[in-house]
Nanobody
Framework: QVQLVESGGGLVQPGGSLRLSCAAS????????MGWYRQAPGKQRELVAT???????NYADSGKGRFTIARDNAKNTVNLQMNSLKPEDTAVYYC?????????????????WGQGTQVTVSS
């Protein structure tokens, strides 16, 4: 019904930058909120940042001041600009879309997740 595809992950040195991108496709009329979550080995998945279709953002304290989330409602894409990366940012980053209305104007019952993209911060 809906597919989310992430890109932009990779290996970067501490202090470096990466930009993650996510594109939603399928039967979509609108998406209320899109965001990024991350999961390190042995840890719970945690919120990184979210943004609504009205432009309201929410950042976890860990990324506040370093990360910036933005989206294009018309294209159903969301980006995460990650600056001043730290080793503790190493994780698989997942794109999320919640509050999706289909082209048939029927709301999807559950959020959708991308497959994840690996971010490794290491020297």
């Amino acid at each position: 019904q809906v597919q989310l595809v992430e890109s932009g992950g990779g290996l970067v040195q501490p202090g470096g930058s990466l930009r993650l991108s996510c594109a939603a496709s399928g039967s979509i009329f609108s998406i209320y909120a899109m965001g990024w979550y991350r999961q390190a080995p042995g840890k719970q998945r945690e919120l990184v940042a979210t943004i609504t279709n009205g432009g309201s953002t929410n950042y976890a304290d860990s990324g506040k001041g370093r990360f910036t989330i933005a989206r294009d409602n018309a294209k159903n894409t969301v980006n995460l600009q990650m600056n001043s990366l730290k080793p503790e940012d190493t994780a698989v980053y997942y794109c999320n879309a919640d509050g999706i209305v289909g082209a048939d104007m029927v709301a999807y019952e559950a959020p959708y997740w991308g497959q994840g993209t690996q971010v490794t911060v290491s020297s």
